[in-house]
Each structure stands twice: as structure tokens, then as C-alpha cells.
């Protein structure tokens, strides 16, 4: 056995070292396992009791409800279990079951209910012919209540225990602490957070936090919501699941509260959580154990703390690969995160609510007027909190503090001020994190950070410990940090005005390395209200600055411009703007550029400044353009984004919006019309708003974006893009307005869930109607009576029934040729009939054979009126419907000419050409003909074997009507043919009828 298969295994005689009451807690925590991993309640589980004590019952209890329960080491629903660290031979397993000669009447129960028994014996380690001598002496004390059913007996000794504990890499681990043999850094279920253990360490549920859903940004729900949300998420996404949020929100403790049975409903099962903190020494790593627990199919739930986005990204594309195996991890920082395998979970501090209950219990003699001082200036950060209190005593008020007086006590904590201390903490706090060793290429940056303040290297490092046990910085293996941002941002700024500018700049650009510049640009990023942040920044976007010359980025470069962009983000728009005037234009803002999705991104965050918006867009649609020639859309979703109402990331007011999406739609350029119909989609979608990407940017506050706040202002956003809608529909662009109103007809089922909006849409509907006939508008309005207004529908409401029912009859159409565009070129004809029954059980066959019958009709009455015929001929090859070919044998059913009717048909096939989609109409036509003219059919097939354009559906032509040695003779010889489509002979392979039979005998 190598060092990686040994990694979570106990050997026996490390398991016989288990105390008599952690032996009965091993038990029963295999047992809760088993069930949670069926499925079951781990409330059907009942332990108590000390084995070495006499009893009347058993020490471990399952009690199942489902009778069909059958488990591994569990065998029936009513399971009972005596455990015991002593060896069980026959007399003492006599002596257990009947003592003093009388058989336990717990028995009689469990043989009731056809139960099991199961003695654990750990001394014990039989072969399984001596177990089987062991379970029949079992039995044989149960000889006088056998016949009041069927109880089974099993006798599982140290081997069978290590059997079942091997099923549960978890409770191996509690069995490892229980030891003292803990693998490590790695910890079973228990205290994760970094709570005392002498204090109370329950959770707290007071407002102040907001737990946000990947794909739900609009809501912010509370802890205990959140925490049922995340289970599910854990137990149903398939995806790794990233908790996220600033130093200090407590993430930590809201992670460990998803397995505590006390706090909401259906918690995780804690016998399969496997812990491990990467921010301290952990062996073997978080690799090798997710291997293995992979390769063994083991069920685990592994929660990494302080999890790095390179560690995160390695392991979480192999959780998918395993569904036994869900990954949670922790951190502050998804930068680099793989969304596509990851379920991202933000936790914000909102308020400071829970910090000050948090200072409260730890602090109690600190005082309400002190705790919500320290809460409210922590910005209710827990850990800042909580490193505040610790420094100020009993006898102090805080209520007199200047913040400046307050930040001094948080620093010094209780010792004497220590001035060195403080400019390494602001030397430190210019970079976002630092190693404190030295790198691969010899770069090493705490002798970087120590040059600048003329500190010894070593002076610095003691710094950087103390800071980390004053609880005002963070570690990562060899990484630090100076957190919360709160702190370091403060610092930060003290630096950049102690320290000259030109010093700091020497230092970080003149290295091999470039990832204590990036980190340099990342802080800086944070302090966008500073002036010497922002003379920086706009220093390396001047003319021979680091950023100045677009051309020249690298991935590096790139990575510091992003970092900076919220420092000046006008700045990094002009220099943006700047690439469209320089004669590079095309290749800049063409899809091949390397970092086209980088500026996107950029361009749609930076648009969430009103004033800066219009000229984003107009940025935006270059590239966004340019990404609709190469048929990609990778940027559009966020570009059209910008306009939608809810989740938009930006502040621009319904004004803003609605005149950007005007000009483009009058704009004489075909491709920004279709820019502008895409905003005007987005500006009328009514729900299931979602959001790409984050709102953060560097320290700025940022909100979802614009949000009307109250139902009438909802209205007013949704009734002037209705308004610019209809004046669209108005110009004499045909094509521009039958996409309005295609678009129109798509989002009127939505809008009209808004009451508010009703009036509004039922003008909409005379005043398109007016103009010409809106039939998509009709069918819109028809799904709004089917699903909405049907008895028995799901979602049947009453409400304004009179004005839908006029809307109704004002859209229905008039025209023949109308009808048969709605009637037999549309699909979901259900929608359209009136007739349609939510309650019978055989609606869809009946509304299938009603439309059909309306088909039909209508191909006789297109038969009566011939012009109708050539208004539709060319989309009945290309409309997708399964009704036309019932309207081609009404068509051919009352034609008095079948000869012409065809020729008229196939040359409008002709013209169509390879847009056609198939040839229903000739199939039902074909069909008639048949049965009048049988001669004639056989003509036209023949002639179909010579054309060009009916060689494409020779098989369907042949299968209207049955197949014979003939027609076999005529599909083969179109074969001849180089242009026949062999992939239309899989036909042949269903449909019906087939064979026919003919003089010269049956077909086969």
C-alpha cells in the first residue's frame, strides 16, 4: 500500500484504540451515513448509553419508515445494534441476548417487523466461517420467537467495521481526530470558523449579511435562506461551488452552518464533510485526496478554506466527472476563477447588524453604545470587529472616538505606539498581497518593499507577522495579505504621501517579474477617491506611459490596466476612443484582436456611469458588429444587457437608453438597425432578468444598475419603448417594421402580466392593426387566452378578459390568404384552437385532428380562389408545420386541373430552390392524385426521377403513395444521379404505407 491509498485508512489495530462511548459514536455515525446516502432521514437513527453498562435495549437504533429500506450494512428498515470493544464469543452473545435465561423483549419487536440484529464486536477478527458460527449462535437464541417473523442476524467483528468506516472518508477522519492521528490539516465536521472553543459558536441570524445566487443577482437573501439555497446548489448544480466575499463577512461559519442539523431544513450530511484550511500546512494536498476519493468512488463533500483561484480552478473541472463527490471552496477573490464549472455564491456585508451582535457575546462588558460604535466604523466586518474590541477596556466609551483616534487603537491594539510597525504596515499594504519569499526568476519582493522605506528585509518580515497575529493581515502558504480592505486601503494612501512617487514606481517597473507591479495596480484600484492614485494612473495612459500604446499590451499589461481601469475610468475610455481615430480601427475592433473580450467587459462595466454611457455604446457596437460577421455572440449578451430594465450594470435613466436605441434603429445602416432592434428586445424583456460577468469595480460603489421604484415607474419604462416600438412600425422600412413587430408579438404575453400596461397594449393592437394586419400579433394573443385564460390552465387569472377578448376579435384574421399563413404555415396550432381542453385527457390528439380538418378545409378553399395560392407559394416550402400536407389534398381535392396545379406548385419550388425545406404540399397533392389519376402520378414520378429540384425529395414524392417494384426500380435509378441525396432513403425505414402488392408478387 503506497502513502496515497493509506491516506484516509485506519488499520484495526488503530480502531481497537477507540474508548468504549467513541466506539458507539462511530456506529452511529456510519449509520447516519448510510441512510443520508440513501436518501433517508437521519432522524430514523436513535444512540445512547454506555456499552459496558447493563441494558434493556440496544445502543444504536434504526428505524426506518419506507419498509423497502435495504442497505449494505444496514439490511432491513428496523435495525438493531449492540456494540461492544470486548470479544462476543457464543456464551457472552447468550449472556447478552437472554439475561438471566430470558430472551430481551426487544426481540419480539424487531422479529415483528422482520428486522435485523447486528452485534459489533471490535476485539473480535474472524474468518467468515467463525462469523457464521457467531450469527448462528445468534439465532439460536431466537428459536422461540421465529415463527412471530423474520428476523435476520449479523455479527460484524473489527474487519467488517473497517469494512464499513472505509465506505466514508468523513468519519474516517473524525475517527483520526478521536486518536490523535489526524491527518494533516485536515478535520472531519467541527468548529471551521475561528471561534474559541470556549465560546458559544452558534450562528447568528441578524440582518447584515446578504447571500447572493449565481444567476438570482436581484435577490439578496438573508442567512437562513441563503444557507438553503446553497444545499441545494451543493446537492443539485454538478458544478464546484465557490463562497466568495470579503475578509471577514463570515464565510467560514456560514459554510459549516450547511451541515448543523439545527439551522434550517435538510441539512448536508456532515458525516461526509472533509475539511482542510489551505491557508495553513496541509499533507497530503487537496489534489491527491480528491484523486482518491475519485478513483474509489467515495461520497464526500470536501470544503477547502482560503482555497486560491489556481488550486480552485485545478480541482474544480474534476468534480463533474463525479457524482459522488461535491466540492465547496472559500475565498475572497474569483478574478480567475472557471465559471463554467463553477457555481459562484457572493456574501456581502451590509449593515452592521451581526458584527455588533458578534462583539456583544464575545465583549459583553463592552456595552451596546460601544459594540454598534466598533460595528458601524468595521463597515460590519466581523474579524475588523472583533480585532477592535479586543483593544479597547472595560472602562473605555468609544461614543467621543475620532475615526482616526479609532484606527490608532485598532493598529496598537494595547501596546505602546510603534512607528516602524506602522510603515511597514504601509509599505505593505501598497501591493495587494506579497510573497515572502523569493521566486523562480530571483525576484524578491519583501527586499522590493523593505528598499522603499529603508527597512532591513528581516525588520519587515517580523513586521508581517506581527500584523498577522494582531489579526490585520492574512496568510497563504508563502503569500500575504493586509486585510480587511477597509485597513489596508487606509494604509495604502498613507504610503503613496510618505513615500515618493518616483521611488515606488523605479521599484515595481524595473522588475523581471511583473506580478508585484499588477499587484501594485490592484491596490491602487481600490483608492480611486486618492489624487496621487489617480495622477499615477493617468501618468501610464499619457504618451510614453506603460499603458499608453494599445499595441504593446501583453497579457501582463493587460492584467494592470484592468486593475487600474476604476482608478480613472474616463481616462481609459478616451484611450479606447483613441484606437477608433488612430487608422487601426478595423483590426482593433475586430474579433481577432487577442483582447477583444477584455474590452467588452471593460467598456459595459465603465457604461454604468450615466455620463459616460453613450460614448461606451458607440464603442461597444464596433466591436459587438464586428463580432455579429464572424456569427459570434459572446460579447452581445452584455452589450444588449445595457438596456435591459432590471440587472443592466448601468445608472443610465430610461431618457439615455431610449435615445440610443432610436438612433440606431433610424439609422440608414442595416447592421445598426439590428443593434437597435437587440436593445429594444432587452428594453421590453418583463422577466427572467439575468446578468453577466460582476458589478464590482475596484472600491467604487456600484449598485444592479438603474431600477424604477415603484410600479408606476415600472409602467412609464416599459410604455415609451412600446411608443418607440410603434414609431418604428410607422417609417416606410417594411422589413425594419415586420422585425418590430415580430419582436412586439414575442414579449406581448410577457408585458401583459403587468395590469398597468393592459390599456397600453390594446392600442398597441389597433394601431399596428390599422396599418395592415399584425397576424403575429394575433397568435401572441391567442397564447395569452390558451395559457392564461383557459380553464385548467396553470396559470388561469381573469382580469381584464373583455379587453383581451376585443384584442381578440380586432387581430383575428380576415383574409384567406391570412388564415392559411396562421392556420397551416404555423406551428403549435393548439394555441389557436378554441376548443382546446386543459382537463380531457386526450386534448392533444383531439386539437391535432381539429387542426388538420381546419388545414384541409382551407387547401379547398385556396382551390376555389387561385390567387391565394401565389401570395403563399414560395413559404409553403420553407414554413415548418405538419399540417400542409392536409391542406395539399384539399388543394388537390377540389382542383380541376391536377396537372397544372403541380406544375404551378413545382415551379414555385423551383424558385425557392435550396431554402426549401421540404415538400408537404407535394406529398398531400401527390396523395389525391393518386387515387383520381393513378396514371398520372406514375408520370410525375417518373418525370421527379429526371428534375433536378424534386430529386432532393424523391423518397417522400414515392412513399405518398405505396411502394411497388416499380417505384423500387425508380428510387434506385435516381441514384444514378450524383445530386441525390442518399441521407432521404432512411425514410423507407418507417413510414407507411410501404408495400404494395402487384401481378408479379409482393415486394420485399
Not at 496515497?4 to 447516519?32: G, H, P, W, Y
Not at 466514508?168 to 468548529?191: C, D, H, M, N, T
Not at 390594446?762 to 395559457?787: C, F, M
Not at 414554413?879 to 388543394?891: D, N, T
Request: aromatic share 8%.
Amino acid at each position: 500500500m503506497n502513502a496515497l491509498t493509506e491516506m484516509f485508512d485506519i488499520s484495526k489495530d488503530q480502531l481497537r484504540q477507540l474508548n468504549d462511548s467513541d466506539l458507539r459514536e462511530l456506529v452511529a455515525r456510519l449509520c447516519e451515513a448510510e441512510l443520508r446516502n440513501a436518501g433517508m432521514p437521519i432522524s430514523s437513527i436513535r444512540w445512547g448509553g454506555a456499552q459496558t453498562a447493563p441494558d434493556e435495549g440496544l445502543d444504536v437504533e434504526c428505524c426506518v419508515e419506507d419498509n423497502s429500506f435495504s442497505g449494505d450494512f444496514l439490511p432491513r428498515a428496523r435495525t438493531g445494534i449492540q456494540v461492544k470493544k470486548s470479544s462476543m464469543p457464543d456464551s457472552r452473545i447468550e449472556a447478552e441476548m437472554c439475561p438471566d435465561g430470558q430472551l430481551r423483549p426487544i426481540f419480539s419487536e424487531l422479529t415483528k417487523n422482520n428486522g435485523c440484529y447486528i452485534i459489533v464486536s471490535l476485539e473480535d477478527d474472524l474468518v467468515s466461517q467463525k462469523v457464521r458460527a457467531r450469527e448462528e449462535a445468534m439465532q439460536k437464541q431466537l428459536e422461540t420467537i421465529k415463527e412471530q417473523g423474520e428476523l435476520q442476524v449479523r455479527f460484524y467483528g473489527c474487519s467488517e467495521l473497517a469494512n464499513w468506516l472505509r465506505q466514508y472518508p468523513a468519519v474516517q477522519l473524525w475517527v483520526r481526530e478521536r486518536l490523535g492521528i489526524s491527518l494533516s490539516g485536515w478535520k472531519p465536521f467541527g468548529r471551521w470558523s475561528t471561534t474559541p472553543s470556549h465560546v458559544n459558536d452558534n450562528l447568528i441570524c441578524e440582518k447584515g449579511i446578504a447571500i447572493i445566487l449565481p444567476g438570482r443577482e436581484r435577490e439578496r437573501l438573508d442567512i437562513l435562506q441563503g444557507i438553503d439555497a446553497i444545499r441545494k446548489l451543493v446537492r443539485t448544480s454538478g458544478k464546484a461551488l465557490r463562497i466568495v466575499g470579503l475578509s471577514g463577512v463570515g464565510k467560514s461559519r456560514i459554510v459549516q452552518a450547511l451541515f448543523e442539523e439545527s439551522i434550517g431544513d435538510n441539512s448536508l450530511d456532515k458525516n461526509l464533510a472533509i475539511y482542510a484550511d489551505l491557508g495553513e500546512d496541509i499533507n497530503p494536498s487537496a489534489r491527491e485526496v480528491l484523486e482518491r476519493l475519485i478513483i474509489e468512488e467515495r461520497s464526500a463533500i470536501m470544503v477547502l478554506d482560503n482555497c486560491p483561484s489556481n488550486i480552485h480552478n485545478q480541482l474544480a473541472g474534476r468534480v463533474p466527472s463525479s457524482s459522488n463527490i461535491r466540492l465547496v471552496t472559500v475565498e475572497y477573490d474569483i478574478q480567475e476563477d472557471r465559471p463554467e464549472v463553477t457555481s459562484v455564491v457572493r456574501i456581502n456585508a451590509e449593515g452592521p447588524e451581526i458584527a455588533e451582535t458578534l462583539i456583544k457575546r464575545r465583549h459583553p462588558h463592552l456595552g451596546q453604545v460601544n459594540a454598534r460604535r466598533i460595528a458601524e466604523l468595521s463597515g460590519g466586518n466581523a474579524r475588523l470587529a472583533l480585532a477592535l474590541a479586543d483593544a479597547v477596556s472595560e472602562e473605555e466609551s468609544l461614543s467621543d472616538f475620532s475615526n482616526a483616534e479609532l484606527f490608532d487603537r485598532l493598529f496598537y491594539q494595547r501596546d505602546v505606539k510603534d512607528i516602524d510597525l506602522l510603515k511597514a504596515a504601509e509599505v505593505l499594504s501598497l501591493v495587494y498581497s506579497f510573497s515572502i519569499n523569493p521566486d523562480e526568476g530571483g525576484v524578491d519582493e519583501l527586499s522590493v518593499l523593505s528598499g522603499l522605506i529603508g527597512q532591513d528585509r528581516h525588520m519587515l518580515y517580523r513586521a508581517a507577522q506581527t500584523l498577522v497575529d494582531r489579526q490585520l493581515a492574512q496568510k497563504r502558504g508563502n503569500w500575504r495579505a493586509v486585510l480587511p480592505h477597509a485597513l489596508s486601503n487606509r494604509l495604502a494612501k498613507k504610503a503613496l504621501e510618505n513615500i515618493p512617487v518616483h521611488n515606488i514606481l523605479d521599484a515595481f517597473q524595473g522588475l523581471q517579474n511583473t506580478r508585484l507591479l499588477k499587484s501594485f495596480g490592484k491596490r491602487l484600484g481600490y483608492l480611486h477617491d486618492h489624487e496621487i492614485s489617480q495622477d499615477i494612473v493617468k501618468s501610464w495612459f499619457s504618451p510614453g506611459g506603460l499603458l499608453h500604446d494599445f499595441s504593446q499590451l501583453n497579457d501582463d499589461l493587460i492584467q494592470l490596466l484592468l486593475n487600474v481601469a476604476p482608478v480613472v475610468p474616463e481616462y481609459v475610455l478616451s484611450a479606447i476612443e483613441a484606437q477608433d481615430t488612430s487608422g487601426k480601427t478595423k483590426a482593433f475592433f475586430s474579433t481577432k484582436t487577442p483582447f477583444f473580450s477584455v474590452f467588452v467587459n471593460l467598456l459595459t462595466t465603465i457604461a454604468y456611469d450615466p455620463d459616460l454611457f453613450e460614448r461606451c455604446i458607440i464603442l461597444l457596437a464596433k466591436f459587438v458588429l464586428s463580432e455579429m460577421e464572424e456569427r459570434d455572440n459572446n460579447g452581445q449578451d452584455r452589450f444588449f444587457g445595457l438596456f435591459s430594465l432590471y440587472l443592466s450594470g448601468t445608472e443610465a435613466g430610461p431618457d439615455v437608453r431610449e435615445k440610443v436605441c432610436r438612433h440606431f434603429l433610424l439609422s440608414g445602416n442595416y447592421k445598426e438597425q439590428q443593434l437597435g432592434l437587440g436593445m429594444l428586445k432587452a428594453a421590453l424583456q418583463s422577466s427572467h432578468w439575468s446578468s453577466i460577468g460582476t458589478f464590482e469595480f475596484g472600491a467604487r460603489p456600484r449598485s444592479y444598475g438603474y431600477c424604477p421604484e415603484t410600479y408606476e415607474e415600472q409602467d412609464q419604462w416599459f410604455m415609451r419603448f412600446i411608443a418607440l416600438a410603434q414609431e418604428i412600425d410607422s417609417t416606410k422600412n417594411i422589413e425594419l417594421s415586420d422585425q418590430v413587430r415580430d419582436l412586439l408579438a414575442t414579449e406581448l404575453r410577457g408585458l401583459w402580466k403587468y395590469p398597468g400596461l393592459r390599456t397600453a397594449l390594446g392600442d398597441l393592437v389597433r394601431t399596428l392593426n390599422d396599418q395592415r394586419p399584425w397576424l403575429e400579433g394575433w397568435s401572441a394573443v391567442r397564447s395569452i387566452k390558451h395559457y392564461d385564460y383557459s380553464k385548467g390552465s396553470n396559470h388561469e387569472i381573469s382580469d381584464d378578459a373583455e379587453l383581451l377578448n376585443e384584442m381578440d376579435k380586432t387581430l383575428r384574421p380576415r383574409r384567406l390568404t391570412d388564415e392559411v399563413r396562421i392556420y397551416v404555415l404555423r406551428q403549435n396550432q393548439f394555441r389557436l384552437d378554441e376548443k382546446f381542453d386543459f382537463n380531457d385527457d386526450q386534448k392533444w390528439e383531439k386539437s391535432s385532428k381539429r387542426a388538420a380538418e381546419r388545414a384541409y378545409n382551407l387547401g379547398i378553399a385556396v382551390a376555389k380562389e387561385p390567387t391565394v395560392m401565389d401570395e403563399i407559394l414560395q413559404d409553403i416550402f420553407t414554413a415548418r408545420s405538419v399540417y400542409i400536407a392536409e391542406f395539399g389534398k384539399g388543394l388537390a381535392l377540389k382542383s380541376n386541373d391536377l396537372r397544372t396545379l403541380w406544375e404551378h406548385l413545382t415551379g414555385g419550388l423551383e424558385i425557392v430552390g435550396d431554402q426549401a425545406q421540404h415538400c408537404y404540399v407535394l406529398n398531400g397533392v401527390l396523395e389525391v392524385i393518386c387515387k383520381r389519376d393513378e396514371l398520372l402520378a406514375q408520370r410525375i414520378l417518373e418525370e421527379a426521377v429526371q428534375s433536378r429540384t424534386l430529386r432532393k425529395f424523391i423518397v417522400n414524392l414515392q412513399v405518398s403513395v405505396a411502394l411497388d417494384r416499380v417505384g423500387v426500380k425508380r428510387l434506385l435509378r435516381s441514384l444514378d444521379f450524383e445530386d441525390t441525396p442518399s441521407w432521404q432513403f432512411h425514410i423507407l425505414a418507417w413510414h407507411c404505407p410501404l408495400f404494395k402488392p402487384c401481378t408479379e408478387g409482393w415486394i420485399y
